[in-house]
């Protein structure tokens, strides 16, 4: 069963967090939780949110700053007024849920978390697309959520990205026609 957005908590990870039973299905991902996400954070490299259910870590998620190329998204995203080769963007380090939590809300929650933070990030400096270099076995849920596949392969991982500012516009235009009032 779905948990409801409002019930979850969100909070930027810190030494003190007793992380020891965060188990996800990827061990790379919970490695990288348990040793270095302090580490990056402390350098700046990274910052790494714990989402909670009830006081528990439910999920985590790691953001960095990034680019993408121009030509790398397809037509109709981004801006053709846009001079420049690479967009600003915001990357999707790192996402996890944990075991006891899959299929319940929480990546979509963690992702709506994303879109908010990019949405005030956006105020204080240019960013226009969120990126991810996805797991093959993850892309469909990325996907379900309005990514799409980069024109350019860069890794081993798959490239997908979400032009962010066209769904801020999409919602800003239907809270103009009246068919919801806040976002």
């Known amino acids: 069963m779905s948990i409801p957005f409002n019930q979850f908590s969100f909070s930027i990870l ?13 061990q790379d991902l919970n490695e990288f ?9 402390n350098e700046r490299l990274a910052v790494t949110r714990l989402i909670y259910f009830k006081d528990t870590p439910a999920g985590y998620f790691t953001l960095v700053s990034d ?11 981004g801006t053709t007024e846009y001079p420049y080769r ?15 939590y899959q299929k319940r ?6 992702l709506l978390k994303t879109m908010q933070i990019a949405i005030v ?18 892309v469909k849920f990325y996907e379900k959520f309005g990514f799409r596949r980069a024109t350019r392969k860069y890794h081993d991982t ?20 009246g068919d919801i009032t806040e976002y």
């Open 33 to 41: 939780l348990q040793t270095d996400a302090i580490q990056y954070q």
């Open 67 to 77: 680019s993408i190329e121009v030509a790398a998204i397809h037509s109709g995203d």
């Open 158 to 177: 798959i490239s997908l990205y979400r032009d962010f500012h066209r769904a801020v516009c999409d919602i800003e235009d239907e809270r103009l026609e």
């Open 86 to 100: 690479r967009y600003p963007a915001l990357k999707i380090a790192r996402l996890a849920t944990d075991r006891r």
């Open 14 to 26: 810190d030494s003190d967090t007793d992380l020891s039973d965060f188990e996800c299905d990827n």
């Open 105 to 110: 809300g929480v990546g979509k929650a963690m």
């Open 121 to 138: 990030l956006s105020r204080y400096v240019g960013v226009r697309i969120i990126t991810v270099d996805s797991k093959p076995d993850s």
